[in-house]
């Protein structure tokens, strides 16, 4: 199983909850480990774990919603949130299936991995989160997300922003290389494929996901092609639906040439969008 994030929700989000959460919106270390508390009591949860190996990464909900690296989509004051990420961060580590190398320092953690099938396929797990450049474009007063005009948020073009970080993209562009499997699995967060959610002429672009990030997403899609890596599969989560996308190297362009497959994975308890 992989799990992509958003194992637990901070707050309640939707309508027609399966359950509500049992304690209000978590800020310290024992809030987060009793809002596990209550996940790991769902009994098919109990059993998805005893029947299946998990790979597991996190996402935004896991700490706050829409976070990016150290800003709050609250805004909030740096060093608080970061004590807060930090305690989010250990009750995660204290309750998912992970290796002692992920163990969190403060509010820092180094989780991304690769995990091997024989030689039939790779997984390179990411982590998207943790080490991204902040939104761009977001609303007044806010951090986090917005779904901005493409062509007005002209700093989404901006070639320093990142949203694995330099570090996490060099280990990740010389595992591919590296890689003799027959396959290979970028497993991560969020959509990669650019949508438009604005009907007739022109885009929009929510900026929480890789359409936030283009500069980026075409940087990890030219090496891709580049190298012709063998099978490339990316997979997400995150928007409440599934999909099944073409990975272009010009999204714009019916006639570019297909570099990656793509599945996106929906939310169990989560409302999907219209």
């Avoid at 570090?167 to 991560?188: D, G, H, K, T």
């Avoid at 980026?216 to 890596?229: G, Q």
Wanted: aromatic share 12%; hydrophobic share 35%.
């Amino acid at each position: 199983v992989f799990h992509v994030g958003d194992y637990i929700y901070e707050s309640s989000w939707g309508r027609e909850l399966v359950r509500r959460h049992s304690i209000p919106e978590p800020m310290t270390l024992e809030d987060y480990r009793m809002r596990y508390a209550q996940y790991k009591s769902d009994l098919d949860l109990q059993s998805g774990h005893a029947a299946c190996p998990w790979l597991v990464t996190w996402d935004d909900h896991d700490v706050e919603n829409d976070y990016a690296d150290d800003r709050s989509e609250n805004n909030d004051p740096r060093e608080w949130f970061l004590a807060r990420r930090a305690a989010a961060y250990k009750a995660w580590y204290e309750h998912m299936p992970v290796p002692r190398e992920m163990v969190p320092h403060g509010p820092y953690a180094r989780i991304y991995t690769r995990s091997s099938f024989g030689n039939l396929a790779n997984f390179f797990v990411l982590d998207d989160r943790q080490f991204r450049s902040h939104q761009v474009c977001p609303r007044p007063g806010r951090g986090g997300s917005n779904t901005v005009d493409v062509s007005e948020c002209t700093d989404l073009l901006d070639p320093k922003r990142t949203m694995l970080g330099a570090p996490q993209e060099q280990w990740l562009e010389a595992q591919l290389a590296a890689s003799r499997a027959r396959w290979n699995f970028v497993v991560q967060q969020t959509p990669m494929a650019q949508f438009d959610q604005k009907p007739g002429p022109g885009r929009s672009a929510w900026t929480d996901g890789w359409d936030g990030y283009p500069i980026a997403r075409k940087k990890i899609l030219d090496f891709i092609s580049s190298r012709s890596i063998s099978n490339p599969v990316v997979l997400g989560g995150d928007v409440h639906s599934f999909n099944v996308n073409h990975l272009k190297l010009d999204f714009d362009d019916p006639a570019s040439p297909i570099v990656a497959s793509e599945f996106v994975g929906t939310s169990i308890t989560s409302q999907a969008w219209p």
